[in-house]
C-alpha cells in the first residue's frame, strides 16, 4: 500500500482517558511522605554521563513531610571512573508474567516512571539459569516499537552476594485482557490499530528467528494512546530449524494453544504464535475467548468444531492418540460462518483474514509478515504511521513516512553463548559479567535501597509468587 504526504486521516482517538488506568497502575508515590528511605538519587556528576541538573520526580528529592529520601547531593567520589549507583524503591506491584514480578517504580535519575521486573530463581539450577539469561538477552537485543525492551538493569551486587535480577522496562498502563473485559468500547479502528501492531511486532521476533510461544491478550500491553507492546519472553526461545529435533509441549496459555501443539507434535514453528493472534483477534471482535475449554481435548474439540474435522494431511505430526481422538469422533463439517456473529466488526475482509490465521494445518497457516498485506489491516497501519509511530514525521507540506512500515530484525538473536553454560556458577559469572558490561559507558547505575519499607514488601510478594511458578523447562 502506499501511503501519501497529503493524506490526512482522522485524529486518533485515545481509548482510555489516562486518568481513569493510571492511578490503579501507576505509582502516585504516596507513600513518599511515609517511607523513611529510598528514592534517593546520588548521581555522581563526574560519571560518564550524568546530565547535568538532573530532573527529578518531585517526591523523589524527599521534599514532603516526613520524607527521609535523600536529597541529592553533588559528592565526590574517590574512583571517580565508578559512578555512585541511585537507589531505586519499588513503588507497587502491576503484574505477572510467566517468570518474575513486575512493578512499578519510579526512576531517581530523572523521574520517569517505570517499570521493575525481579527475574526470581535465577540460580537454582543450569536450566533456569539458561532460561532468565536468554530472556535477559532477548530483552536487551530488542529495538522495535512493539516490542517491550530493558531500559536498564540493576547494578548487580559482587557475585558471591548476586542471586537476583532486576530489569528496567518502560511501563505501560495496561494490557489487552484488562481493555477486552473492561466496559470500554473498543471500535473497528482500535481493533485494526492493535491487530496491526501485534502482527507488526511479532513480525520482528520471527524475522530474528524468535518464537514467543505465549502469545496471549494479557501478555500485549497497552497504555491509553492505543500504543501496544508485546511483553514477557519467559517461554519464548529460538525457532528449531531441525525438524527432528523434540520442542517442548508445555508452552501457550491453552486458551490461545495452537492444534499442533494440542496434538502433541514434537517439532513446530513460529505459526503457533500466528494461531494466538487469530484468538485474540476474534476476542477482540467479540469481546470473548474464542476457544475457552476446561481441558486440552476439549480445546481441541472446540477448535475442530469451528474448522472441522482435519484432513489427513493436517495431521501428520500429530501423536497416536490424539490423532485418533479426532478420528473416533463424528465427522463434523466446517462452521466458519459463524465468526460472522462475532460482532458487527466481523464484516468479510475480517474473516477472511482471521480465517487465514486460524488454519489447522499449520504449513498452510498465513504468516506473520504475509498477515500484515493484507487489506484489512490497511487503516490500521495508516493510523498507526500517521500519528502513533515514532518511524514517520510531520513537515508543514506533510507527513513523511518510512520506506519500511514493518521493519524486520537487523539480525537473527543468537543463542551461541548458551554452548558455553555448563553450570550454575559458570552462568551466573556470564550472566554478571553481561549485565556489568551492558551497562558500561551509560548512565548512573541503578541500584535498590534494600531497607526501604516498599523493597521488603516487594520481595515478600515476589518469594510468594515465585513458589507459585514452576513450570517445565522448555526446549
Ligand atoms: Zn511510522
Known amino acids: 500500500m502506499a501511503f501519501h504526504g497529503s ?13 481513569e488506568l493510571g492511578h490503579k497502575y501507576f505509582c502516585v508515590n504516596t507513600t513518599a511522605g511515609t517511607t523513611s528511605t529510598g528514592l534517593g538519587a546520588t548521581p555522581n556528576p563526574t560519571g560518564p554521563n550524568a546530565p547535568a541538573g538532573t530532573p527529578r520526580h518531585p517526591a523523589s528529592l524527599g521534599g514532603s513531610a516526613g520524607g527521609g529520601a535523600a536529597i541529592p547531593q553533588p ?15 519499588p513503588d507497587r506491584p502491576i503484574g505477572y508474567g510467566a517468570f518474575g514480578v513486575v512493578w512499578s517504580v519510579t526512576d531517581p535519575r530523572d523521574g520517569r516512571k517505570v517499570a521493575l521486573k525481579k527475574m526470581p530463581n535465577v540460580f537454582q539450577n543450569l536450566v533456569s539459569c539458561k532460561r532468565v539469561f536468554r530472556e535477559l538477552r532477548m530483552l536487551c537485543f530488542f529495538k522495535h516499537d512493539n516490542v517491550l525492551s530493558a531500559l536498564d538493569i540493576l547494578q548487580p551486587p559482587q557475585i558471591d552476594c548476586f542471586e537476583e535480577i532486576y530489569v528496567i522496562t518502560e511501563l505501560m498502563q495496561s494490557d489487552l485482557h484488562k481493555v477486552i473485559v473492561s466496559p470500554q468500547p473498543l471500535t473497528t479502528d482500535h481493533i485494526k490499530v492493535f491487530l496491526y501492531q501485534i502482527l507488526r511486532g511479532l513480525k520482528y521476533l520471527h524475522s530474528a528467528g524468535i518464537l514467543h510461544r505465549d502469545i496471549k491478550p494479557g501478555n500485549l500491553l497497552v497504555n491509553s494512546n492505543c500504543l501496544l ?24 496459555t491453552q486458551y490461545y494453544r495452537a492444534p499442533e501443539v494440542l496434538m502433541g507434535c514434537q517439532h513446530y514453528t513460529s505459526s503457533i504464535d500466528v494461531w494466538s493472534v487469530g484468538c485474540i483477534f476474534a476476542e477482540l471482535l467479540g469481546r470473548r475467548i474464542l476457544f475457552q475449554a476446561q481441558s486440552p481435548i476439549q480445546q481441541l474439540d472446540l477448535i475442530t468444531d469451528l474448522l472441522g474435522t482435519p484432513p489427513l494431511s493436517a495431521m501428520t505430526s500429530a501423536c497416536e492418540g490424539a490423532r485418533a481422538h479426532i478420528l473416533r469422533g463424528p465427522h463434523k463439517p466446517p462452521s466458519l460462518s459463524v465468526l460472522y456473529m462475532l460482532s458487527d466488526g466481523a464484516t468479510h475482509e475480517a474473516v477472511h483474514l482471521l480465517c487465514r490465521m486460524l488454519v489447522f494445518d499449520p504449513a498452510k497457516r498465513i504468516s506473520g509478515s504475509d498477515a500484515l498485506s493484507h487489506p484489512y489491516l490497511d487503516e490500521g497501519r495508516l493510523r498507526y504511521h500517521t500519528c502513533m509511530c515514532k518511524c514517520c514525521y510531520s513537515v508543514p507540506s506533510g507527513r513523511v513516512y518510512t520506506r519500511d512500515f514493518e521493519p524486520p530484525a537487523d539480525r537473527p538473536f543468537s543463542h551461541n553463548y548458551e554452548q558455553s553454560m555448563h553450570s550454575v556458577w559458570q552462568g551466573k559469572e556470564l550472566i554478571h559479567r553481561f549485565i556489568t558490561e551492558h551497562q558500561q559507558g551509560k548512565r548512573v547505575p541503578l541500584c535498590i535501597n534494600p531497607q526501604s519499607a516498599a523493597f521488603k514488601t516487594f520481595i515478600r510478594s515476589t518469594a510468594w509468587h515465585s513458589s507459585k511458578v514452576s513450570r517445565k523447562e522448555e526446549r
Open 229 to 252: 507492546k508485546i511483553c514477557d519472553f519467559g517461554l519464548a526461545r529460538v525457532e528449531e530449524p531441525d525438524p527432528s529435533r523434540h520442542m517442548t509441549q508445555e508452552v501457550v
Open 7 to 19: 493524506t490526512r486521516p482522522t485524529v486518533c482517538g485515545n481509548l482510555f482517558p489516562a486518568s
Open 75 to 89: 559528592h565526590s567520589n574517590p574512583a571517580s571512573e565508578v559512578p555512585s549507583p541511585a537507589e531505586m524503591e
